[in-house]
């Protein structure tokens, strides 16, 4: 594999996860702002990995059911099952 082929894969996995793991990054901070009343269950960083997990698997599944990705019913699903993640994260406290 030349450099060239290297830095083009690498390119197109890093577009292809970005908007998973930009969404795990926000999802802890939002629920931060959003839920002041009750601590959340798991600290910041297990919240921000359960979410990259979560979303790295739909995309993946959206990829293998489209065939190719960019699919904005793949985002919808990524935003729904993120928040569910959330949610579920947030109810184990109460």
Request: hydrophobic share 60%; net charge positive; aromatic share 12%.
């Amino acid at each position: 594999m030349t450099p060239l082929a290297i830095f083009s894969f690498l390119n197109h996995a890093l577009n292809f996860a970005a908007p998973a793991l930009w969404l795990a990054c926000l999802m802890p901070l939002v629920a931060r702002m959003w839920v002041r009343k009750s601590p959340a269950v798991y600290v910041w960083y297990v919240q921000m990995a359960l979410h990259a997990v979560v979303g790295l698997t739909v995309l993946g599944l959206g990829l293998m059911v489209f065939g190719h990705d960019g699919k904005m019913l793949t985002y919808v699903a990524l935003v729904l099952t993120c928040a569910t993640t959330q949610g579920w994260m947030l109810r184990g406290k109460r």
